[in-house]
């Protein structure tokens, strides 16, 4: 009894140290560079690690949702991968910037020129999106990737709320609110602050051309006192000359 009971141990033991230095499946995931607003434009990575210690990766499909379309997105140059961007029209036109959009990016897929994401390393795929939607929190791209031994591995299941992260997760990029100069209330307080520093200028420009004349009208005073004075000096000195020798005419 006592054998079995170490050995039922020792097997539990081990297993545990197997469950606890398994590593955590890595799965294609999306980050944006910095913030990714609401109504704004962003700049995100579509982050692709290799899970294959005997393949690399050589493809990826990244799929944008159909829901929330977005108007505009343009990849990056990643060396070593040439990227695709397709497009399809839009059920009901877009609106940005005033302007009707009818047709929206459905899929970018990047495929390997080289030897694509080897064994033991990621890639990451930027690309610049937008206008991002104002109406959801979320946006999800579905991935799909695939291995040089042809492999396939689909990155679409949506994870929900209170439940456990699915084996294969889509790629969710999470939305901040949306920033104040999207909706144009900075950029009307940008210009408030403008023209205001702009009379502001104008007004200091006005009070130094003010100075400027006070300043040039009192060098002109002084310099025509100077020229009085000398002329009165010299026309004093020459009546003292003149004097002199009317003196000394006399007493001769």
Same mark, same amino acid.
């Given at each position: ?15 545990? @140290?197997?469950?606890?230095? %398994? ?26 690690? !290799? ?20 108007? %505009? ?8 991968? $040439?990227?695709? @961007?397709?497009?399809? $029209? ?8 005033? !302007? ?5 990016? %459905? ?19 930027? @690309?610049? @999106? ?5 109406? *959801? ?11 040089? !031994?042809? $492999? ?5 299941e949506v994870p929900q709320?209170?439940? $456990? ?41 006005? !009070?130094t051309t003010a100075d ?7 060098? *002109? ?27 000394g005419g006399s007493a001769?």
């Amino acid at each position: 009894m006592q054998v079995s009971r170490i050995a039922a141990v020792g097997a539990l033991t081990a297993s545990a @140290v197997v469950v606890l230095s %398994s590593p955590a499946l890595a799965h294609v995931s999306v980050q944006p560079e910095g913030a990714a607003a609401k109504g704004g434009y962003a700049t995100v990575n579509f982050k692709v690690p !290799n899970e294959r210690d005997n393949a690399s990766t050589t493809k990826l499909e990244v799929t944008f949702p159909a829901d929330h379309p977005l108007s %505009s997105a343009m990849p990056a140059p990643v060396p070593g991968w $040439e990227a695709k @961007v397709t497009k399809a $029209e839009l059920d009901k036109p877009l609106e940005v910037h005033g !302007n009707k959009v009818t047709e929206a990016v %459905s899929k970018i897929t990047w495929t390997a020129t080289g030897k694509g994401v080897e064994p033991g390393f990621f890639q990451k795929f930027p @690309v610049s @999106v937008g206008a991002l939607p104002e109406d *959801t929190d979320e946006l999800v791209f579905k991935a799909v990737q695939t291995y040089s !031994n042809d $492999e396939v591995v689909r990155w679409i299941e949506v994870p929900q709320e209170d439940t $456990e992260e699915p084996e294969h997760p889509a790629p969710v990029l999470a939305l901040s609110a949306a920033e104040d100069d999207h909706h144009g209330a900075s950029g009307a307080e940008e210009d408030a602050d403008a023209e205001e520093a702009s009379d502001d200028a104008s007004a200091a420009a006005a !009070n130094t051309t003010a100075d400027s004349g006070d300043s040039d009208g009192t060098d *002109t005073t002084a310099r025509v006192l100077g020229v009085v004075g000398i002329v009165v000096g010299a026309a004093g000195v020459a009546y003292g000359v003149l004097a002199g020798r009317r003196r000394g005419g006399s007493a001769a």
